[in-house]
């Protein structure tokens, strides 16, 4: 074979490998392309989703997909309905029942309960709550979605999701949900007392005494605690208000409402300014991030509800910032009903602890846990205090007693001598 002919297939072998190569280089750029847009469409999917995680040991259920799927059909049905509640759309139903574990009812069993929605207990940003009784006999409060809610669709879902999987004694127990005849009800264990808000500022409810006041501050922390330090992953209620934290039977506090909440993990996320007015961290106002710091800064200003009666929105960081030039300043502010009611150093203490919570630089707040620890210390040394007290009492009684004892004794001794 002569050189031409050599050339001639050098240069045929070297085209068909460049061919080659391009259409490899060229069907893999292709598929590149076709995954990172699969990819992309699903990380956008997962912005408008909360990722529901059940705890335990080695169980991480993500309910993102589903959730997608039921907005999207929600949204067809809306557009064919034209009604803000018509597009719940079955799937919908499903994922809730799916995602929560918690009992639904039918329209027809709430407005049974509730005796077509006659005794109502209050109203919130969700809408009008009410008082019912389900066929097992079990008080309930019932939480009706308003038509103008400005919670809606999305929060309805998150609160469902989350108290579907978190169970703390200090949080408000969800025990069932409706959707049903275009209504969203969130149904709730009862909480005979009512709101913190309103026993602090009706003045025909009874005054909460500093023993009372003391245990809700620990119970909040231990229910926020629970959140932060004990839900997996870490759960931020970012509404923390005294409109938000109800009371038992027997006066035991229990954070409620958790349309707001999100998990840790999804904080860094642009969602909005969250929250009401008075609670909200300015840090978060500022920079629009939203961590754990600022569910203690919301805490810290209840702490000063509980201390002083004044509601946030009659400028109650005026006064707390006032008082804080001093040592003995919160006195000026204490609760006037609580005045020689109460022990002045406890006040005080709780106040640091307070104080502590509201500080201008987030990493400078104390964690969840150190705030509870260091309200569990106050209440301990108060008992501490009160059984010494009590010993001492016991001691005087006895002594008294004894006297007693030794006095008929000797009344005795003198009858006999004078019979003698």
Request: glycine letters at 6%.
């Amino acid at each position: 074979m002569n050189q031409p002919d050599l050339i001639i297939i050098g240069v045929s072998v070297g085209l068909a490998l460049g061919i080659l190569i391009a259409l490899l280089v060229f069907f893999s750029v292709r598929w590149y392309k076709k995954h990172a847009h699969l990819r992309r469409c699903a990380n956008e999917r997962s912005l408008t989703t909360l990722p529901i995680r059940m705890n335990g040991l080695g169980t991480s259920t993500d309910f993102s997909a589903s959730l997608s799927t039921s907005i999207a059909n929600g949204a067809s049905d809306n557009h064919r309905k034209n009604s803000p509640f018509n597009w719940r759309s079955h799937q919908n139903k499903e994922w809730l029942a799916s995602a929560s574990g918690i009992p639904r009812y039918s329209y027809k069993d709430i407005q049974k309960a509730t005796q077509i929605f006659t005794t109502v207990l209050g109203q919130g940003s969700f809408g009008p709550v009410y008082k019912a009784a389900m066929a097992a006999g079990e008080i309930v409060a019932v939480k009706v979605l308003a038509s103008d809610s400005k919670q809606g669709e999305k929060e309805f879902q998150t609160e469902v999701s989350l108290l579907g999987r978190l169970h703390h004694r200090n949080l408000v127990n969800l025990v069932g949900y409706c959707i049903d005849k275009g209504q969203h009800m969130l149904i709730y264990e009862f909480m005979s007392n009512g709101s913190l808000a309103n026993l602090l500022y009706n003045e025909k409810e009874r005054v909460l005494n500093w023993e009372e006041r003391l245990q809700i501050a620990l119970d909040i922390s231990h229910g926020i605690e629970y959140l932060h330090e004990g839900a997996v992953p870490p759960v931020i209620h970012r509404d923390l208000k005294s409109a938000n934290i109800l009371l038992d039977r027997t006066m035991r506090a229990k954070v409620a409402d958790f349309g707001l909440s999100k998990e840790e993990v999804f904080d860094g996320r642009n969602s909005g300014l969250k929250g009401t007015y008075g609670y909200i961290d300015p840090t978060y106002i500022s920079t629009n991030q939203f961590t754990m710091k600022s569910d203690i800064y919301s805490f810290g200003v209840i702490i000063f509800e509980l201390i002083t009666a004044i509601h946030p929105h009659q400028n109650l960081m005026e006064y707390v910032n006032l008082a804080s030039m001093s040592a003995d300043g919160v006195d000026e502010i204490l609760d006037k009903r609580l005045v020689g009611e109460c022990n002045p150093d406890e006040v005080r203490q709780l106040a640091n602890i307070g104080h502590r919570c509201l500080h201008k630089l987030p990493r400078k707040r104390p964690s969840i846990g150190e705030v509870s620890q260091a309200i569990l210390k106050i209440k301990q040394r108060r008992l501490i205090k009160n059984d010494e007290a009590s010993f001492a009492r016991s001691d005087i009684s006895r002594a008294v007693s004894l006297i007693e004892d030794q006095q008929v004794e000797l009344s005795n001794m003198a009858s006999m001598k004078e019979r003698e």
